[in-house]
């Protein structure tokens, strides 16, 4: 299982840090991507690790989203800097073995999602 938290309302410049928890088994050698979707649009890749720690981002969001996982802690984050209103979206976090990091079919376990508003 993965729980998301740490979404919420901010503004436009703000910083936020989303938490992905996991439960019911190890993922240190699943990779993890972290996706969003908007109203009406389909679901995107944002970023990923994988169990070497490597990561991968999309371009919307390079150089100012960090994505990091505790394996200690079964836990993953998203850190999320100088937002934009673009960046609201529900954003989820899964967990896979993947041979194509940004692919969603690749991911096996999926959490419920955060909303994250960005204001402007």
């Known amino acids: 299982q993965l729980v998301e938290s740490g979404g919420g309302l901010v503004q436009a410049g703000d910083s936020l840090r989303l938490s992905c928890a996991a439960s019911?088994?190890?993922?240190?050698?699943?990779?993890v991507g972290w996706f969003r979707q908007s109203p009406g649009k389909e679901r995107e890749f944002v970023a990923s690790?994988?169990?070497?720690?490597?990561?991968f981002f999309a371009d919307s969001v390079k150089g100012r989203f960090t994505i990091s996982r505790n394996s200690a802690k079964n836990t993953f984050y998203l850190q999320m800097n100088s937002l934009k209103p673009e960046d609201t979206a529900g954003y989820y976090c899964a967990a896979g073995r993947t041979a194509v990091t940004w692919a969603e079919r690749e991911y096996e376990f999926w959490g419920q999602g955060t909303q994250v508003t960005v204001s402007s």
């Open positions: 019911g088994r190890t993922f240190s050698n699943y990779d």
């Open positions: 690790i994988n169990w070497a720690g490597g990561t």
